[in-house]
């Protein structure tokens, strides 16, 4: 298999394969243009190619498959990858009838040009798509850990008292809590990692831009959203964000499968805001919405984690051009893209597709009745 023709080495790259490849299967490409550039200067977007059953225009299918790739843009090289083979392998020739389908093409390119998993605001997308119309959750976890999880220096004496109090907290609460305090979505700490903002961002409003004209008469919805980072190296984990009996976990297991992974909060908490196929589910009603979040795993969480940090500190103290701060970015881009493992791109592609196929057959049958 030449992995070499879906998977790239840059943001640019995967952005030229993707329009090659539309243009290979004679589909036409819009491209929304980001507001900023790439590190080289090159422009971004937000590029997408649109399958509609009848061909009117806008679309007004029953029934719309979305898949997105880059909302964390440093993960965008496993997305990129999986929609450009898609459309050189003829996926786009094997959709059954009166699908819609819109493939959304690095949904936030600022992030995969510039290697970093947040927006150009620093700001985490998939925490991004909370209602900012009501009060925004506290997150105390967060607020005691803050000043660990973001050091204002990155050396080995700072990063070792930072993993001492972090330590601290998994002793008294468990790691699992020591996680989900980090990683759970805060919004009131704007420098710091897994920030979810105050307003949308430009790539939430491109988004509901783009859905808005082609989900117009949509009743069936489905969403694949391509991520990588959690879980066992190279293996595709397809999660649903909600509580088990709650409409969106039934309809993902009505059309995805039984494997659906249910990422459920704890008692209390507010885990699930700003996640986006939840702001999506929202959005869209009354359609239903059968959001699918799937996860390629690479390496351990606590490696992950520390070069999130590292890329944050680094962006706000450090110098991106100096030693330091290319082995921070080489660091962040192996943890969230092990490029080296052609085992794993093997894997990549073949679940992706795998599950995409498999959403199509399921959306067909759901919209059916």
């Known amino acids: 298999m030449a992995l070499d ?75 990129s990858a999986a929609q450009i083979a898609w459309l050189k392998r003829g996926g786009h020739e094997r959709v059954p009838d009166g699908i819609s389908v819109i493939v959304m093409h690095a949904v936030n390119p600022y992030g995969f040009a510039w290697i970093r998993r947040v927006t150009e605001d620093n700001i985490d997308l998939n925490r991004n798509f909370a209602d900012f119309g009501r009060s925004l959750p506290s997150k105390p976890g967060y607020d005691e850990l803050a000043e660990a999880i973001c050091p204002r220096a990155w050396n080995d004496n700072a990063v070792a008292e930072a993993e001492v109090r972090l330590t601290a907290y998994a002793d008294r609460h468990g790691r699992r809590a020591l996680n989900r305090a980090i990683m759970g979505g805060q919004f009131t700490h704007p420098e710091g990692v897994f920030y979810g903002g105050t307003k949308p961002t430009w790539s939430r409003q491109t988004i509901f831009k783009i859905l808005e004209i082609y989900c117009s008469a949509a009743k069936h919805v489905a969403v694949l959203d391509i991520h990588t980072g959690l879980g066992e190296f190279g293996t595709g984990v397809c999660y649903c964000v909600g509580d088990e009996g709650t409409p969106a976990v039934t309809r ?31 959005a869209l009603a009354p359609a239903a919405v059968y959001g699918n979040t799937l996860e390629f795993g690479t390496y351990p969480v606590g490696d992950m984690l520390k070069a999130v940090r590292a890329d944050n500190w680094l962006h706000l103290h450090g110098d991106p051009a100096s030693a330091q701060g290319r082995a921070i970015k080489q660091e962040l881009k192996r943890v969230f893209y092990p490029a080296e493992s052609e085992e794993w791109k093997s894997r990549v592609l073949s679940r992706s597709l795998d599950v995409w196929q498999r959403g199509l057959e399921g959306l067909a049958a759901t919209g059916a009745g």
């Open 252 to 282: 993902a297991h009505d059309l995805w499968g039984d494997d659906v992974t249910v990422m459920a909060a704890a008692p209390g908490s507010s885990v699930h805001d700003g996640y986006n196929l939840t702001g999506l589910s929202r």
């Open 5 to 79: 023709e879906y998977f790239s080495d840059t943001y640019a790259e995967a952005r030229a394969k993707f329009q090659d490849a539309a243009a290979e299967a004679g589909l036409a490409v819009a491209s929304h243009d980001h507001p900023m550039t790439g590190p080289g200067g090159e422009a971004l977007a937000l590029d997408v190619v649109t399958l509609c059953p009848d061909a009117s225009s806008p679309c007004r299918a029953e029934r719309v498959f979305v898949v997105m790739s880059g909302t964390h843009g440093v993960e965008g090289f496993a997305g």
